[in-house]
């Protein structure tokens, strides 16, 4: 059991002349609660795409429990305790709520070479899924498919199915996005839920949210970090206002 | 050692034809998103308008000249008719749609020209081998088919890269919607391009029919040899196909040629002799296996999709 | 309309009442009665063509597994068919006309074929894989063809049907019609609780959003091999009782424009759903049958309504009657 549950080292990655992720380094402590902010752009889906594995990087490292993750593929870091939510939802769209996050448990609960029994009668993996349905307000919802779902409603779907795979770390990418203000506030509760019983590495635009519950903030611009470190020390860090907190002001924003 | 020689230039000569189809096929998809069956069978109406017009008017470049124009023209037609209600639909839609049209086209195709096929005939003189190096002989024609098709690819090449249209069919392959919102009548461009394509393949029909054949259902075996240069070149990528028509084609050609042979020095007679003519068909497909094996994004992978 | 289905559908149980249910009874229930109409009518051109029937929808349920639920369009599984066709064919002309030998042959080797076309094209994704799996199956059938021992591309006259030590005698057209029908029908069932297990639900999984698949952590192409090589399995042993059934096998059977029958079949009844490629196939071959004796250019006709079906038709035959809102 490590204190740092993830550290990043000069992560790199380019696409063609661009550089989305300039030597990126980053600690998280276990338990933690780690925003990371930045313009539009700045290359923040690029370093989750990064940590889950789905992007290889071309120069650099990640530490995950002690133990180099780089080299691992996106299924068997999601194995070895990583979930992720995506920006864009991405769901299994003509199943149903609870299967959607059945499926998730059963990830993690065995091998699934099993060819005979109903799986949506198993209580192992029943359970497990209406507690994480549960424990984001979706139970109401969980026999219905997906693309019957409100976008908050897919948006607390992404959370649940990563938090079903009872992940060390969750990578949650803008979980707020397009949300209205009623589901925003939802989602903000259930955030600060998760802050201490899971560690977090958060992408968000809402600056409110962000320095409400983040222990501990990455700004990221151009794809290079440019300051972290306790909410405080960020607003009043002058290089992040330029750059960032002063767009922010005039763009406006769900 | 002459016949390796030979035999090469017939690897190149099919690995050439291969190319325009190839080609055609790779240009659809590229900037259509279109898997289009039906592509073998634009190869099969090119030999049979050029066997009848050339029969009509008594000239082989001329009746050539009147099917090229009938086989473009053609697939612009199916274009307009067949191919444009799919345009966005799942890569099965199309498979279903275009399969479907081969089996119209073989059933037409039957229904007018009759079952038992066609043959082209050259003026002799075209058929004559001539000396092309020193103790090497070669049938003029066969020559012509790698030239004029080598002529072709260099066209091609010229199109894509240089001309207006064919900065426009870059630009589609790699970004749709914008060639779209910038005011270009897409309609208008796709249905070029897939006649552009039928051109192609139409083209590729015409010059080996003289040589090779003139019948139904011929357009699907060589459309199987393209689809097995496409995943090797790279799909959406013409230097590809081009690079990957010509391994397929002179693997396929040395490998009927040769390895019978081969086999009999190594294995005892009788096992030679009934392997032989099933494993040297294999070639091109282990070729295939082993890119897969090695880089399943083709040789030359274009801008992924 | 629309309002008189819902409250149709409301009402109404959704049981054996339902009318893609009650359609499908009715299939069933007509190849059930086949034999018998056969004998009464004295005329065995029936059971004949509906055994061909049967053996196909067989391949077609194999083929849905994969292409349905597993979203992996296969265009080469009539190579299956030729396979264990040949693996009856092969054995039989080698002196082993022991079913009990020939046909587990056949879901054998079909098995390991499947096993190396799967390993070699699964990681390709959409146009690559059909393009990958029609070119292996045409390999499989060239190679038929050079063999001249086996018949080359005039094809093997298969003197006898297999024996099972007397166990059964499939010689007998009706018993064979049956045994059929019940293989069918216990392969149907197979798939039920395949797909419906945890195995299935990854295979479905996979179809729906791999990309999430492997971000909740499965190692997908495993599963989606091993599905794979079940659904070539089975289509072997379809091509076994193919040859049995008549007696003869050639490359023929493997050519790719059988592939495209398969899918054709498959997507005429609903991808993804139990009993959708029975009725596909029932539907295409007596559609095909029934054109032949009108006109003797069937392709006329079926292609553009190919063309049509796949410009049209959402969700296939079945889909019609769930109102088309089914979209595969």
Same mark, same amino acid.
């Given at each position: 059991?490590?204190?740092?549950?993830?550290?990043?080292?000069?992560?790199?990655?380019?696409?063609?002349?661009?550089?989305?992720?300039?030597?990126?380094?980053?600690?998280?402590?276990?338990?933690?609660?780690?925003?990371?902010?930045?313009?539009?752009?700045?290359?923040?889906?690029?370093?989750?795409?990064?940590?889950?594995?789905?992007?290889?990087?071309?120069?650099?490292?990640?530490?995950?429990?002690?133990?180099?993750?780089?080299?691992?593929?996106?299924?068997?870091?999601?194995?070895?305790?990583?979930?992720?939510?995506?920006?864009?939802?991405?769901?299994?769209?003509?199943?149903?709520?609870?299967?959607?996050?059945?499926?998730?448990?059963?990830?993690?609960?065995?091998?699934?070479?099993?060819?005979?029994?109903?799986?949506?009668?198993?209580?192992?993996?029943?359970?497990?899924?209406?507690?994480?349905?549960?424990?984001?307000?979706?139970?109401?919802?969980?026999?219905?498919?997906?693309?019957?779902?409100?976008?908050?409603?897919?948006?607390?779907?992404?959370?649940?199915?990563?938090?079903?795979?009872?992940?060390?770390?969750?990578?949650?990418?803008?979980?707020?996005?397009?949300? +209205?203000?009623?589901?925003?506030?939802?989602?903000?509760?259930?955030?600060?839920?998760?802050?201490?019983?899971?560690?977090?590495?958060?992408?968000?635009?809402?600056?409110?949210?962000?320095?409400?519950?983040?222990?501990?903030?990455?700004?990221?611009?151009?794809?290079?970090?440019?300051?972290? /470190?306790?909410?405080?020390?960020?607003?009043?860090?002058?290089?992040?206002?330029?750059?960032?907190?002063?767009?922010?002001?005039?763009?406006?924003?769900? | 050692?002459?016949?390796?020689?030979?035999?090469?230039?017939?690897?190149?000569?099919?690995?050439?034809?291969?190319?325009?189809?190839?080609? /055609?096929?790779?240009?659809?998809?590229?900037?259509?998103?279109?898997?289009?069956?039906?592509?073998?069978?634009?190869?099969?109406?090119?030999?049979?308008?050029?066997?009848?017009?050339?029969?009509?008017?008594?000239?082989?470049?001329?009746?050539?000249?009147?099917?090229?124009?009938?086989?473009?023209?053609?697939?612009?037609?199916?274009?307009?008719?067949?191919?444009?209600?799919?345009?966005?639909?799942?890569?099965?839609?199309?498979?279903?749609?275009?399969?479907?049209?081969?089996?119209?086209?073989?059933?037409?195709?039957?229904?007018?020209?009759?079952?038992?096929? *066609?043959?082209?005939?050259?003026?002799?003189? *075209?058929?004559?081998?001539?000396?092309?190096?020193?103790?090497?002989?070669?049938?003029?024609?066969?020559?012509?088919?790698?030239?004029?098709?080598?002529?072709?690819?260099?066209?091609?090449?010229?199109?894509?890269?240089?001309?207006?249209?064919? *900065?426009?069919?870059?630009?589609?392959?790699?970004?749709?919607?914008?060639?779209?919102?910038?005011?270009?009548?897409?309609?208008?461009?796709?249905?070029?391009?897939?006649?552009?394509?039928?051109?192609?393949?139409?083209?590729?029909?015409?010059?080996?029919?003289?040589?090779?054949?003139?019948?139904?259902?011929?357009?699907?075996?060589?459309?199987?040899?393209?689809?097995?240069?496409?995943?090797?070149?790279?799909?959406?990528?013409?230097?590809?196909?081009?690079?990957?028509?010509?391994?397929?084609?002179?693997?396929?050609?040395?490998?009927?040629?040769?390895?019978?042979?081969?086999?009999?020095?190594?294995?005892?007679?009788?096992?030679?002799?009934?392997?032989?003519?099933?494993?040297?068909?294999?070639?091109?497909?282990?070729?295939?296996?082993?890119?897969?094996?090695?880089?399943?994004?083709?040789?030359?992978?274009?801008?992924?999709? | 309309?629309?309002?008189?289905?819902?409250?149709?559908?409301?009402?109404?149980?959704?049981?054996?009442?339902?009318?893609?249910?009650?359609?499908?009874?009715?299939?069933?229930?007509?190849?059930?009665?086949?034999?018998?109409?056969?004998?009464?009518?004295?005329?065995?051109?029936?059971?004949?063509?509906?055994?061909?029937?049967?053996?196909?929808?067989?391949?077609?349920?194999?083929?849905?597994?994969?292409?349905?639920?597993?979203?992996?369009?296969?265009?080469?599984?009539?190579?299956?068919?030729?396979?264990?066709?040949?693996?009856?064919?092969?054995?039989?002309?080698?002196?082993?006309?022991?079913?009990?030998?020939?046909?587990?042959?056949?879901?054998?080797?079909?098995?390991?074929?499947?096993?190396?076309?799967?390993?070699?094209?699964?990681?390709?994704?959409?146009?690559?894989?059909?393009?990958?799996?029609?070119?292996?199956?045409?390999?499989?059938?060239?190679?038929?063809?050079?063999?001249?021992?086996?018949?080359?591309?005039?094809?093997?006259?298969?003197?006898?049907?297999?024996?099972?030590?007397?166990?059964?005698?499939?010689?007998?057209?009706?018993?064979?019609?049956?045994?059929?029908?019940?293989?069918?029908? /216990?392969?149907?069932?197979?798939?039920?609780?395949?797909?419906?297990?945890?195995?299935? *639900?990854?295979?479905?999984?996979?179809?729906?959003?791999?990309?999430?698949?492997?971000?909740?952590?499965?190692?997908?192409?495993?599963?989606?091999?091993?599905?794979?090589?079940?659904? +070539?399995?089975?289509?072997?042993?379809?091509?076994?009782?193919?040859?049995?059934?008549?007696?003869?096998?050639?490359?023929?059977?493997?050519?790719?424009?059988?592939?495209?029958?398969?899918?054709?079949?498959?997507?005429?009844?609903?991808?993804?759903?139990?009993?959708?490629?029975?009725?596909?196939?029932?539907?295409?071959?007596?559609?095909?049958?029934?054109?032949?004796?009108?006109?003797?250019?069937?392709?006329?006709?079926?292609?553009?309504?190919?063309?049509?079906?796949?410009?049209?038709?959402?969700?296939?035959?079945?889909?019609?009657?769930?109102? /088309?809102?089914?979209?595969?």
């Amino acid at each position: 059991m490590t204190e740092r549950l993830l550290e990043v080292r000069g992560l790199t990655k380019r696409f063609g002349g661009v550089i989305a992720a300039d030597a990126i380094g980053l600690d998280i402590a276990r338990g933690e609660f780690h925003a990371v902010i930045g313009p539009n752009g700045a290359g923040k889906t690029t370093l989750i795409g990064l940590l889950a594995g789905e992007i290889a990087p071309q120069g650099g490292s990640i530490r995950f429990d002690g133990n180099d993750i780089t080299g691992l593929s996106v299924d068997r870091r999601s194995r070895r305790g990583i979930a992720r939510s995506f920006q864009i939802t991405s769901l299994f769209s003509d199943f149903t709520a609870l299967d959607n996050v059945a499926l998730a448990v059963q990830a993690h609960r065995g091998h699934s070479f099993r060819f005979w029994q109903d799986a949506r009668r198993e209580a192992q993996l029943r359970e497990p899924a209406l507690a994480a349905l549960a424990s984001v307000g979706l139970t109401a919802r969980a026999d219905m498919r997906v693309d019957r779902l409100s976008h908050g409603e897919h948006r607390q779907l992404e959370i649940a199915i990563a938090l079903a795979t009872r992940p060390q770390l969750l990578l949650l990418d803008e979980p707020m996005a397009g949300l +209205g203000p009623e589901e925003s506030a939802r989602m903000v509760e259930m955030l600060r839920k998760l802050k201490g019983a899971v560690t977090v590495l958060l992408i968000e635009h809402d600056m409110e949210t962000v320095f409400a519950l983040a222990d501990y903030v990455t700004v990221l611009v151009y794809g290079r970090v440019i300051a972290s /470190g306790d909410p405080a020390a960020i607003r009043a860090d002058r290089a992040v206002q330029e750059a960032y907190l002063g767009e922010q002001e005039t763009s406006a924003h769900g | 050692m002459l016949y390796l020689i030979e035999q090469c230039l017939n690897g190149v000569q099919l690995g050439m034809l291969l190319f325009l189809l190839a080609a /055609g096929l790779t240009l659809i998809f590229g900037i259509m998103d279109l898997v289009n069956l039906a592509h073998g069978s634009l190869y099969m109406l090119g030999a049979y308008f050029a066997a009848t017009f050339a029969d009509l008017t008594g000239s082989f470049v001329l009746g050539a000249l009147l099917a090229l124009i009938a086989t473009a023209a053609a697939g612009m037609a199916l274009e307009v008719i067949a191919i444009r209600p799919l345009y966005g639909r799942s890569h099965l839609d199309h498979v279903l749609g275009t399969f479907g049209l081969i089996l119209f086209f073989n059933e037409l195709v039957r229904l007018i020209w009759g079952p038992a096929g *066609m043959t082209l005939s050259l003026p002799s003189e *075209m058929l004559r081998a001539v000396q092309i190096i020193p103790g090497v002989y070669y049938p003029i024609y066969r020559l012509v088919i790698i030239l004029v098709t080598l002529a072709v690819a260099a066209l091609l090449y010229i199109v894509v890269m240089r001309t207006r249209l064919g *900065m426009l069919i870059r630009a589609g392959a790699s970004n749709r919607e914008m060639v779209g919102a910038l005011g270009i009548n897409i309609k208008l461009l796709y249905t070029l391009v897939f006649g552009l394509g039928a051109a192609l393949a139409g083209f590729a029909g015409l010059m080996q029919a003289p040589i090779l054949t003139v019948q139904i259902g011929m357009g699907e075996n060589i459309l199987i040899l393209a689809f097995v240069v496409i995943v090797i070149g790279g799909i959406g990528s013409i230097r590809g196909a081009f690079v990957a028509s010509l391994i397929v084609g002179l693997i396929d050609t040395l490998g009927r040629a040769f390895l019978p042979d081969l086999l009999r020095a190594v294995l005892s007679t009788d096992a030679a002799l009934t392997l032989a003519p099933a494993l040297s068909s294999m070639s091109i497909y282990m070729l295939m296996a082993a890119v897969l094996v090695i880089r399943p994004e083709g040789l030359f992978p274009a801008a992924s999709r | 309309m629309k309002a008189a289905r819902e409250f149709y559908r409301k009402v109404v149980p959704a049981s054996w009442l339902n009318p893609r249910a009650g359609f499908t009874a009715a299939v069933l229930a007509m190849l059930a009665l086949v034999p018998l109409y056969a004998a009464a009518t004295g005329d065995p051109f029936a059971l004949t063509l509906f055994t061909r029937v049967l053996i196909l929808a067989l391949a077609a349920v194999s083929l849905n597994l994969i292409m349905g639920y597993g979203g992996m369009v296969s265009f080469g599984h009539a190579a299956y068919l030729g396979i264990g066709g040949y693996a009856v064919g092969i054995l039989w002309k080698e002196g082993f006309a022991s079913g009990f030998l020939q046909w587990p042959a056949a879901i054998a080797i079909s098995a390991l074929f499947a096993l190396v076309v799967g390993l070699l094209s699964l990681r390709t994704r959409g146009v690559y894989f059909i393009m990958i799996t029609l070119a292996f199956a045409q390999m499989v059938y060239y190679v038929a063809q050079g063999l001249d021992r086996y018949g080359g591309d005039d094809g093997l006259t298969i003197g006898q049907r297999s024996s099972f030590a007397g166990i059964v005698d499939i010689g007998n057209n009706t018993l064979f019609y049956y045994l059929c029908f019940a293989l069918l029908l /216990g392969s149907v069932y197979l798939v039920s609780r395949l797909v419906n297990s945890r195995f299935g *639900m990854v295979i479905q999984g996979c179809r729906s959003n791999e990309r999430r698949m492997r971000a909740i952590g499965f190692a997908t192409f495993r599963y989606r091999l091993v599905c794979f090589v079940i659904a +070539g399995a089975l289509c072997g042993l379809a091509g076994a009782l193919l040859a049995e059934h008549t007696n003869f096998i050639s490359p023929a059977i493997m050519y790719w424009t059988r592939s495209g029958d398969l899918m054709v079949m498959v997507i005429l009844g609903g991808l993804g759903s139990l009993f959708g490629p029975v009725i596909g196939a029932v539907t295409y071959l007596l559609l095909e049958e029934a054109l032949s004796r009108v006109t003797e250019y069937s392709g006329l006709v079926i292609g553009p309504a190919l063309l049509l079906v796949a410009i049209y038709l959402r969700g296939g035959i079945e889909g019609l009657f769930a109102g /088309g809102r089914h979209d595969r």
